[in-house]
């Protein structure tokens, strides 16, 4: 049982570029999470998911697109990427019920993905 | 609006003795909250929720509705408590159970 696996742990990009963070999740859970940590800024939400096929905003969208074809995997997609955009990207996963949120139930994160634009 | 604040970036403390990590919050429904903990280069773990009222680590927290509080305390402070503490507030409705994070608090535990 893995938990949340993130690949790649590393990486560096030119401004322009485009990638995709993958985010994998074994514990069958229906919630996803996609966040981004910055020194002095603690961890901000990017975009979230409540089950396969949907996605939604959070605090801070813009420039990132995510999907959610398969329950246990969320990508996040950078398309264009920008200096500040370089971040440490943490995805989480939590359980719910059929139907609406288990309370208490905490966020189980990944690893991180350290990503650099030059 | 929801909010959580953590005052104190860094807190320094000797070895053995007592630590509080302060976490306030701003919000009008019904709080439910967690004590995130992130070791040098590790993934954030969970630490307490306030609803297990629960000790891990040493480590207390208790929810105060009155004065919106939701403080980390140990009495006596391990080098290896030496970390991010991140507090984290749970929205529900349209938010779908997404947390907000505070900007969190380094603790350095010095011998």
């Known amino acids: 049982n893995a938990g949340v696996t993130q690949t790649p742990k590393f990486r560096v990009l030119k401004t322009g570029q485009s990638m995709t963070l993958l985010c994998a999740q074994d514990?069958?859970?229906?919630?996803m999470y996609w966040y981004r940590q910055d020194p002095g800024m603690g961890l901000r939400l990017i975009h979230y998911?409540?089950?396969?096929?949907?996605?939604a905003k959070g605090e801070v969208p813009d420039g990132y697109n995510v999907s959610r074809l398969k329950k246990q995997n969320f990508l996040l997609g950078l398309e264009s990427a920008a200096p500040s955009q370089t971040s440490v990207y943490f995805c989480?996963?939590?359980?719910?019920?059929?139907?609406?949120?288990?309370?208490?139930?905490?966020?189980?994160f990944g690893d991180g993905t350290r990503l650099s634009i030059l | 609006a929801q909010r959580v604040t953590q005052p104190e970036k860094l807190l320094s403390v000797f070895k053995g003795a007592p630590v509080e990590l302060k976490c306030n919050y701003s919000?009008?429904?019904?709080?439910?909250l967690f004590w995130y903990v992130q070791y040098s280069r590790q993934r954030l773990q969970l630490l307490l929720r306030?609803?297990s009222r629960e000790s891990i680590k040493g480590f207390t927290a208790d929810l105060n509705k009155g004065e919106t509080s939701f403080h980390l305390k140990k009495p006596f402070a391990q080098e290896e408590d030496s970390a991010m503490y991140y507090c984290?507030?749970?929205?529900?409705?349209?938010?779908?159970?997404?947390?907000?994070f505070g900007k969190g608090t380094k603790l350095s535990v010095k011998p």
């Open positions: 989480a996963s939590s359980y719910s019920t059929q139907g609406g949120f288990e309370r208490n139930q905490p966020q189980h």
């Open positions: 514990m069958n859970h229906e919630y």
């Open positions: 998911s409540v089950g396969e096929g949907t996605t």
């Open positions: 919000y009008s429904g019904s709080p439910e």
């Open positions: 306030h609803i």
């Open positions: 984290a507030l749970r929205l529900y409705g349209g938010s779908q159970g997404n947390l907000i």
